[in-house]
């Protein structure tokens, strides 16, 4: 079993719809979970980090997080064709541990 | 402005041929790292570095080897390049106390090997 697991997709959704992107994971050692935002052909981006269980917003973007069901969520308010990228959740331990990325989920928002 | 760089973006060669992929960082981050992403798989981390002189092999077997005499550069080389070897390769940094271990990572390299 892989330590984080993400559905590649991609996933196609009309301009404005509520976008739900998820990870599940098995290693309870996990504190500190991030998603990425890459563009194509640039490297991936740090769009937000939360740590341990609960909710953080930022703009049109909600990071969710329950511990208690191994499972991340970003979700996308009025999402827009400028949202159009991959999608990479990862998740570390904290510290000098190297944070473990899932492979990412190609996101298509059309107009 | 502090970035990552990597060159060349496009690489292709063939087999047989030794090659060097460049990573440098202006941001005076101490770690550094090599991944292999291939489409719709995950960032495989394949080397990393925590400061000058040091480098260790990440998850992912490979028959690359890097170097840090450097802060700023972290250079990846190939002896014999095979086209197994074929992929993307992102550099990234991150600097030392930071919790969350924030990478930064640059465009990448695509190397094809024919």
């Known amino acids: 079993q892989k330590e984080v697991e993400q559905d590649p997709g991609p996933l196609s959704v009309p301009e404005g719809a509520i976008v739900s992107l998820n990870c599940t994971y098995s290693?309870?050692?996990?504190?500190?979970f991030m998603w990425y935002r890459q563009y194509s052909r640039k490297g991936p981006e740090l769009l937000m980090y939360t740590y341990s269980s609960g909710n953080k917003e930022d703009g049109r973007f909600t990071a969710q997080v329950d511990k208690s069901s191994k499972y991340i969520s970003l979700f996308i308010r009025d999402s827009q064709p400028s949202d159009s990228a991959t999608y990479l959740c990862?998740?570390?331990?904290?510290?000098?541990?190297?944070?473990?990325f899932g492979r990412g989920t190609s996101l298509i928002v059309h107009p | 402005e502090a970035d990552i760089y990597q060159t060349p973006r496009y690489l292709v060669i063939g087999t047989g041929k030794k090659i060097t992929l460049e990573c440098s960082q202006t941001m005076g981050h101490d770690k550094m790292y090599w991944y292999q992403q291939d489409p719709g798989m995950e960032l495989h981390l394949i080397h990393y570095s925590y400061g000058v002189n040091s480098t260790e092999k990440g998850d992912l077997s490979s028959e690359s080897t890097v170097s840090r005499i450097r802060t700023e550069h972290f250079p990846l080389t190939l002896e014999s390049a095979r086209p197994s070897h074929t992929s993307q390769y992102l550099c990234?940094?991150?600097?030392?106390?930071?919790?969350?271990?924030?990478?930064?990572f640059g465009p990448g390299t695509r190397l094809t090997v024919l």
């Open positions: 990862a998740m570390s331990a904290g510290g000098s541990y190297i944070p473990t």
């Open positions: 990234a940094s991150s600097a030392a106390g930071v919790l969350y271990n924030e990478q930064f």
């Open positions: 290693n309870s050692a996990f504190q500190y």
